[in-house]
């Protein structure tokens, strides 16, 4: 079993950055991806990066998130990062962290992964 927790978010104004934090513990050593979703009122759960556990894939949404947010890992924290910077109100949402044990064939899709933490929100404001 894995647990992971969410940290890191909050309310800030547009323009403005956050890195939320995920810390996983327990059978860590079993996870092979890792990934964040968000899910906004009213709407679909959906991928925003993900990252192979050994830091050497990572994917995102789309190019300008990739170009405004990146993963990355600290595998001696057992922690996955998201940093987010030049935020937009359309980014408001409950963030969630992700894992998975096994290889799957889009990491940004969210029945790929079988761990999920409890959320963080993120609120910006214009």
């Known amino acids: 079993q894995v647990q992971l927790v969410e940290s890191g978010g909050g309310s800030v104004l547009a323009g403005g950055s956050l890195r939320l934090s995920c810390a996983a513990s327990g059978d860590t050593s079993s996870i092979n991806y890792m990934a964040w979703f968000r899910q906004a009122p009213g709407k679909e759960r959906e991928g925003v990066a993900g990252?192979?556990?050994?830091?050497?894939?990572?994917?995102y949404v789309d190019a300008a998130t990739k170009g405004r947010f990146t993963i990355s890992e600290d595998n001696a924290k057992n922690t996955v990062y998201l940093q987010m910077n030049s935020l937009k109100p359309e980014d408001t949402a409950m963030y969630y962290c992700?894992?998975?044990?096994?290889?799957?064939?889009?990491?940004?899709?969210?029945?790929?992964?079988?761990?999920w933490g409890q959320g963080t929100q993120v609120t910006v404001s214009s």
């Open positions: 990252i192979q556990s050994s830091g050497s894939f990572t994917n």
């Open positions: 992700a894992a998975t044990n096994s290889r799957p064939f889009w990491i940004l899709l969210p029945t790929s992964y079988n761990y």
